[in-house]
């Protein structure tokens, strides 16, 4: 079997972020307002590295990594499955 065509270093990919993240607002609609909390999608900047050079940098949700990053590498034919 082949090796795959990038060094995989998963400990740099892996991060602990919660999906989501809460915040406190306060909604105004006319004259009446009242506090709320809300749930916002985090995000991170994923940078995929081929042979020691950055390839491909692009925001996501902190989850699957790993699994996203080897997808995309087999959807671009440059990962043999």
């Known amino acids: 079997m082949a090796s795959p065509p990038f060094r995989s270093t998963p400990q740099k990919m892996t991060l602990q972020l919660p999906p989501f993240q809460s915040f406190s607002i306060l909604q105004v609609q006319g004259t009446q307002?009242?506090?709320q909390e809300i749930q916002v999608v985090n995000e991170i900047s994923l940078t995929l590295t081929v042979n020691g050079e950055e390839?491909?940098?692009?925001?996501?949700t902190p989850l699957h990594q790993i699994e996203l990053a080897l997808a995309f590498?087999?959807?671009k034919a440059l990962l043999p499955v």
């Open 33 to 35: 307002s009242n506090d």
């Open 73 to 75: 590498f087999i959807m």
């Open 55 to 60: 390839w491909l940098a692009f925001m996501c």
